[in-house]
């Protein structure tokens, strides 16, 4: 069963950092692209950031210049670097991962979202 957790969301002031992580677990492919979503109360989830297996990154334009997706180091995993918060960043924000083959199927899985609440 393939699991996506997420952590590092948490209460920062306007203008701080926070470094949200993502791990998966439960599947011995490597995910093509993975990625971070954001909802806000009442909406539907937005894209934040996304990275394929190749590297290339995809903003939205709200969190351009401010914050950067990586992959890391180990399989399956991701990071989303957050610089100069916003009030309107305050969103839960989940991990997303694009895992399959041709032989398998491929599917997107969810982590469980993380909150990240901007104070001012």
């Known amino acids: 069963q393939v699991q996506l957790v997420e952590s590092g969301g948490g209460l920062v002031q306007t203008g701080g950092s926070l470094r949200l992580s993502c791990a998966t677990s439960g599947t011995p492919l490597v995910a093509d692209v993975m990625g971070w979503y954001r909802q806000f109360p009442g909406k539907e989830r937005d894209l934040v950031a996304i990275?394929?297996?190749?590297?290339?990154?995809n903003y939205a334009d709200s969190v351009k210049g401010r914050f950067t997706i990586s992959g890391g180091n180990v399989k399956n995993s991701v990071f989303l670097q957050m610089d100069n918060l916003k009030i309107e960043d305050t969103a839960v924000y989940y991990c997303?991962?694009?895992?399959?083959?041709?032989?398998?199927?491929?599917?997107?899985?969810w982590g469980q979202g993380t909150q990240v609440t901007v104070s001012s």
């Open positions: 997303t991962a694009r895992i399959g083959s041709v032989a398998t199927g491929i599917e997107n899985y």
């Open positions: 990275i394929s297996g190749a590297g290339a990154r």
